[in-house]
């Protein structure tokens, strides 16, 4: 994975709450047996006309949306299934970071897993965001600080270690597998 | 002595290595169930590192999510409909032996939804740590197990080294006092206690469900309560294990036997939380003044008592986008509006007590003219037990599709879905826009709520049948 130090890019708004995995990627696309392409199945039941043309109501249709990298959701993103074809569709869509109030635990593990940064504010500044769509911004993840146009910071925790991965593009598995001498030691304890 | 939650308990006992700031703790897998939908980006980490499977005596595999409910696709020689749904079943059947792993496969009796056979095999049991890429693993938190979902890159982990990296959720205490009323079910509860804690009530916590109405339930009926413990963003519920718990996994085919049952016993009594242990959060919920809950919007939270009528909440947009979903109105009651489709199933709803539920109600009398009834057993061998009691015949007598075991409408994987526009009462979990298929319109209750919806082909209250 590639390291990650510091994200800038104007964002893309879905001010609703409650947003779940289903609507993130519904599970008819869940057939694939790969990580790759998902993309264009992103919110599809609201970003596709029944017809399959594109809905030009739909946030991420409108130009402004084009190239957008950070995604500020309504409260409680990524509820619902453990799906990991969820933050795969957003991240092949493009996007690299998702702003929220709160976002549910599996959707965000998994997140993290993967090089998509889970970025929880308070209401306050999250309700500027949501005033303020398509507005530039930084997310800095060596300094745990989201920076608003208007100049003010934000500090923001992902969670220790998984930064430490992301920051200088290590994965998870390799710090598990270093721990094998504990895991063999514990399992001699277990009962038969 | 310090007193501890059982999930304290069962959280300390699977430490490898413990959390510091820097680093989650190493937390050791007991039990990895797997299915074939999150389990094939998994395999394919592992063949491009070349590494086995650390401890495939730990994993169990079945096919449940995209697999068709027809027996002439499993059992005849009708290839399953689907491409990429055969296509998922196949690396599963390839990728279980070449690791190592034993796969109940399409035609093997003991298949079924992952969260059902693992409980009636014997292999849940309390104090285990359980996972399976799949979120409805809460489910086996009703045997006193740390019980959670997790994504595929995790599946990997525990594939390559059964332990995963994790940091210690919060616990939340669920006090259930009273008894639940007649024709009042297990479902209706959890969708109470979904309703009054929010869909993001739970999340960073560990649930566990206590008191007399938690203690008189059945095993079947606990795994109801602690599968939608995700719906309230928990990702485990526990409840404790107790003589209920021993006597259901008493002589299972996976259970201890002999001294190792003795001695299994004597660490599963331990488990309990400890008088005087403090929890982060708690709620209280009296089950006797509970009525048959029924939802009316996009999410399980969204969900009112079956006598109710449709909150009116102005300036609420979201609420107004759930109702222009559901096609309905603020102030509507939800008794008598009409239906489409009925599912009785899932990993929620279709064990063998689900399905006797739903026969109570259908035994002598006819699905409504215009409404399809999909009844699919969580398992092959819940289906072979309704057989057995006569269930299978009264629901084809109903004019009932009485299915082979799968995830099958709950979420629409392998075809079976709802169809746009069409209302359907499902026992499944989940109520979001589109889960049942795209357009469909869910709404989530009991078998008993169910199963009189489709009579009557309307929502109906189950009371009245019973």
Request: aromatic share 6%; proline share 7%; charged share 20%.
């Amino acid at each position: 994975m590639q390291p990650i130090t510091q994200i800038r890019s104007h964002c893309v708004v879905l001010a609703q709450p409650n947003i779940d995995t289903d609507q993130i990627i519904p599970a008819r696309f869940l057939t694939t047996t790969t990580k790759s392409g998902l993309g264009k199945a992103l919110f599809s039941e609201w970003r596709y006309l029944p017809d399959g043309a594109p809905n030009p109501g739909f946030v991420l249709n409108q130009p402004a949306a084009a190239g957008a990298e950070i995604l500020v959701a309504g409260h409680n993103f990524g509820c619902g299934s453990s799906r990991e074809h969820a933050p795969w569709a957003l991240l092949d869509h493009g996007f690299r970071v998702v702003v929220s109030t709160a976002i549910a635990d599996i959707f965000r593990n998994n997140s993290l897993k993967n090089g998509l940064l889970p970025v929880v504010v308070d209401p306050d500044v999250h309700g500027w965001l949501l005033e303020h769509p398509g507005a530039e911004l930084t997310v800095d993840l060596e300094a745990l600080c989201l920076t608003l146009p208007t100049g003010r910071a934000v500090s923001f925790s992902i969670e220790p270690f998984a930064r430490h991965c992301l920051m200088h593009g290590l994965d998870e598995l390799g710090y598990l597998q270093s721990r094998l001498p504990e895991i063999e030691r514990y399992e001699a304890t277990l009962p038969p | 002595m310090i007193e501890r939650t059982m999930f304290e308990k069962v959280w300390t006992a699977h430490e490898v290595v413990p959390e510091t700031a820097e680093t989650p703790a190493v937390l050791y897998v007991d039990l990895h169930l797997i299915h074939e939908v999150t389990s094939p980006q998994a395999f394919a980490e592992l063949a491009a590192r070349s590494l086995p499977v650390r401890r495939p005596e730990r994993t169990l595999a079945t096919l449940d999510h995209s697999t068709p409910t027809q027996s002439d696709q499993i059992f005849g020689n009708v290839p399953i409909r689907l491409d990429a749904a055969a296509r998922q079943v196949q690396m599963l059947e390839r990728n279980a032996p070449a690791f190592g792993i034993e796969l109940f496969g399409m035609r093997d009796a003991r298949r079924g939804i992952v969260h059902v056979i693992s409980p009636e095999l014997g292999a849940t049991q309390p104090g285990m740590t359980i996972v399976c890429g799949d979120s409805h693993t809460s489910t086996h938190g009703a045997f006193g197990a740390l019980a959670f979902g997790i994504g595929s890159t995790e599946v990997g982990h525990v594939f390559a080294t059964q332990c995963l990296l994790q940091r210690k959720p919060k616990t939340f205490a669920v006090d259930v006092a009273g008894r639940l009323p007649p024709g009042v079910t297990a479902k209706d509860l959890i969708l109470a206690i979904i309703g009054r804690i929010g869909v993001s009530g739970g999340t960073g916590y560990v649930l566990e469900y206590r008191g007399a109405a938690i203690e008189a339930l059945t095993m079947e009926e606990r795994m109801t309560v602690c599968n939608m413990s995700i719906e309230a963003g928990a990702r485990a519920g526990m409840i404790a294990p107790d003589e209920t718990t021993f006597a259901y996994l008493k002589g299972r085919p996976r259970s201890p036997a002999g001294p190792a049952w003795d001695a299994a016993l004597a660490r599963w009594r331990a488990l309990a939380t400890d008088a005087g242990a403090r929890f982060d959060a708690s709620v209280a919920i009296d089950a006797s003044r509970l009525e048959p809950m029924i939802t009316y919007g996009t999410n399980p939270g969204m969900v009112l008592p079956i006598t109710g009528s449709i909150p009116a909440r102005s300036d609420d947009p979201v609420n107004d986008q759930a109702l222009a979903y559901m096609g309905f109105k603020s102030g509507e009651h939800m008794l008598g509006k009409p239906i489409d489709v009925v599912f009785i199933g899932s990993c929620t709803n279709g064990r063998l007590e689900d399905l006797e539920a739903a026969a109570r109600i259908l035994r002598g009398r006819h699905v409504a003219p215009g409404v399809q009834l999909l009844i699919v057993p969580g398992s092959q061998q819940v289906k072979r037990a309704a057989e057995a009691a006569g269930l299978g015949e009264i629901f084809r007598s109903a004019g009932a599709d009485w299915r082979e075991s799968g995830c099958s409408m709950c979420l629409g994987m392998n075809g079976d879905t709802v169809g746009a526009g069409r209302y359907a009462v499902s026992t499944s979990n989940r109520n979001f826009e589109g889960r049942q298929g795209i357009g469909a319109r869910t709404l989530l209750a009991s078998p008993y709520t169910a199963a009189a919806s489709a009579v009557a082909g309307r929502i109906a209250d189950p009371r009245e049948l019973l």
